[in-house]
């Protein structure tokens, strides 16, 4: 079964006007600039909403989920893509994960977005672990190594010709997808 792709409405909504005017054309005709909590939207209007990596960084998570159930058709999903707090290598490396970040605003566990997402009224909630694929040089950038060792490893992936190589790691990102 395919679909006609002339015939799928797509909108995203971008805080960003940089963001914004340096993307594809194809693309940014179909961005909306501002908040989505601030954003004029018929009840009952999407087909589906994706919100990846970016419910840490709203001041209020409730009313933007609140405000995605309600414009949301009955029956179709919203899905999002979280860190979760709980994972072991943010409880590990504590205070030097990358998840602790000034641009974070609040974090989550499963446990949380799943209470979160039940409060508004969202059902049929699933969650799963996903890797991340980044370049192995970005990788260990992120390693809470002193900058001169990380420069010399990633100076030695460059000599091997494997600084492009991609290594996908699961760092405790959360797959989520809730029904309404």
Same mark, same amino acid.
């Given at each position: 079964m395919g679909y006609d792709k002339n015939k799928i409405q797509i909108m995203g909504i971008e805080t960003s006007i940089s963001a914004i005017n340096n993307t594809n054309i194809e693309i940014a005709k179909n961005l909306k600039h501002g908040f989505f909590e601030n954003m004029k939207v018929d009840q009952n209007y999407f087909e589906s909403i994706f919100c990846f990596m970016t419910m840490e960084h709203v001041y209020d998570p409730l009313n933007v989920l609140k405000k995605s159930f309600s414009c949301l058709k009955k029956g179709v999903f919203i899905v999002l893509v979280i860190h979760d707090v709980d994972f072991i290598l943010?409880? #590990?490396?504590?205070?030097?994960?990358?998840?602790?970040? &000034?641009?974070h605003l609040q974090l989550f566990s499963k446990k949380t977005i799943i209470y979160s997402l039940k409060k508004v009224?969202?059902?049929n909630i699933?969650?799963?672990? #996903?890797?991340?694929?980044?370049?192995?040089?970005?990788? &260990?950038?992120?390693?809470?190594?002193?900058?001169?060792?990380?420069?010399?490893?990633i100076k030695i992936l460059i000599i091997l010709g494997l600084s492009n190589v991609r290594l996908g790691?699961?760092?405790?990102?959360?797959?989520v997808v809730a029904y309404k």
């Open positions: 943010h409880k #590990i490396l504590k205070k030097k994960s990358p998840i602790i970040d &000034i641009e009224g969202f059902k699933d969650t799963q672990y #996903i890797k991340n694929s980044y370049r192995i040089v970005y990788w &260990i950038s992120l390693l809470p190594f002193p900058k001169f060792f990380k420069s010399f490893i790691i699961n760092v405790g990102n959360i797959l």
